[in-house]
């Protein structure tokens, strides 16, 4: 018999892993992701981090054999974590005591990417449609690279997921939130006084139901995510943003009373140098990094379908709170325990997917009840953080109860 041919569409953090998984047990597949092969000038870019916790991320990392690796490269965002009023004033200083360490999005990917064999991965290839054919298996249409069948597909492929189609006419909702994204490189240098206001790790600001938040990475930047709640979707075409630089940005979120016109001095000069000196850092075509948050309804499902299934944000997109990466690993690992042993039932039985169904659903039922009460807690945090006009302080004494000793007044200098 040939070995089941196995799919995973999107290599982002939870196909890459599953890919590991499965290497590692000499099981064959295949990765598809849309993005071209990045160099290593677009891999050592600002790209964002990733707190990888114990229980799911860490745990497949420890599973994908990479402990030894992972350590070395978390060195570049602090687990230091300041929560300050919108003056920029410091209301609580924590530290995550080593336990959540951050790892940054591009490092992480490269990580498990070069623990894939080569030969796995097609890179730039968009998944254009797929359906189910006549025999049971699934057909996935890349457009100008063709089309393929396979036994097992796995949409890894992110909050619009094509897989999913073939599960769920779900598709996610807007949220009533936006977030802009800039960057500075070279901070402690250039700009030593945000250095000293933004710390080692993470910073946040809330008021008026937005935030600022800053974490350190590569190249000693500070990358800026300016959340904002407002109920227009197409906010950055209404307000002229979509498609203009960053620049463009600072006026519209500076001078606005419903924005950020009302915060500190210092928040606000953060903002500004941030919009200024943003290098597109991870976009090719220089425009500003706005977009809308969309989740999926906690407790989305569907039907059990036989060689089809998703894992990530396809399968249960929340709002970002440190857990999207985290759950999506736990998946691959969970179904990568679910695969390898219909592998081995295949070798006696001869049908891969008859013995994998049953562990399918099974995988289903764990993550999708997992994943409701994942959101409902990511929903519970994001609401004392954007409650109210001062969440601030609502937020930090939440946090306190939470860390109790690990928390430390903030005191300004």
């Not at 290839?125 to 249409?141: C, M, P």
């Not at 996610?172 to 800039?182: D, E, L, R």
């Not at 004494?397 to 430390?408: R, W, Y």
Request: with cysteine.
């Amino acid at each position: 018999m040939p070995p089941p041919r196995i799919a995973i569409v999107g290599g982002g953090p939870a196909g890459l892993t599953l890919g590991v998984l499965l290497h590692r047990q000499n099981i064959p597949f295949t990765i598809f992701e849309l993005r071209k092969q990045p160099t290593e000038a677009d891999l050592a870019r600002p790209s964002g981090m990733l707190d990888l916790h114990p229980g799911s991320g860490l745990d497949a990392i420890e599973a994908c054999g990479l402990t030894a690796e992972f350590g070395p490269l978390t060195g570049e965002c602090s687990q230091q974590f300041l929560i300050a009023n919108r003056a920029g004033e410091v209301l609580m200083a924590a530290d995550g005591g080593g336990k959540r360490p951050e790892i940054s999005r591009n490092n992480l990917s490269k990580l498990l990417a070069t623990h894939v064999p080569p030969d796995s991965i097609r890179w730039g290839h968009r998944l254009a449609a797929a359906h189910k054919t006549a025999s049971g298996t699934t057909a996935l249409d890349f457009g100008d690279n063709g089309s393929h069948t396979f036994d097992l597909v796995v949409g890894a492929d992110g909050a619009w997921s094509r897989v999913r189609a073939l599960l769920s006419a779900t598709r996610p909702h807007f949220t009533g939130m936006h977030c802009v994204t800039v960057t500075v490189t070279h901070l402690t240098s250039r700009f030593p006084h945000l250095a000293a206001l933004v710390g080692s790790g993470s910073y946040c600001v809330l008021g008026r139901r937005h935030a600022v938040v800053s974490q350190r990475g590569p190249l000693d930047s500070a990358r800026l995510y300016v959340w904002l709640t407002v109920a227009d979707e197409a906010f950055a075409t209404t307000r002229g943003l979509a498609g203009k630089p960053a620049r463009a940005a600072k006026q519209v979120l500076l001078g606005d009373e419903d924005l950020l016109a009302t915060f500190g001095p210092r928040v606000q000069d953060l903002v500004a140098t941030a919009c200024d000196e943003d290098a597109a850092t991870d976009r090719t075509d220089g425009t500003l990094d706005i977009r809308p948050f969309y989740t999926l309804p906690h407790g989305c499902s569907w039907p059990p379908q036989p060689g089809v299934t998703l894992v990530g944000d396809a399968a249960h997109l929340m709002l970002p709170n440190g857990e999207g990466v985290n759950q999506a690993m736990l998946d691959a690992l969970l179904l990568s325990k679910a695969v390898a042993e219909a592998y081995r039932a295949c070798g006696e039985t001869g049908d891969f997917i008859t013995a994998l169904s049953p562990l399918l659903q099974s995988f289903e039922k764990d993550m999708l009840a997992r994943a409701v009460k994942e959101g409902e807690e990511t929903d519970q945090r994001i609401g004392l953080m954007f409650g109210s006009d001062d969440a601030a302080y609502d937020f930090v004494a939440a946090m306190k109860g939470m860390i109790g000793g690990d928390a430390k007044e903030g005191t300004e200098e």
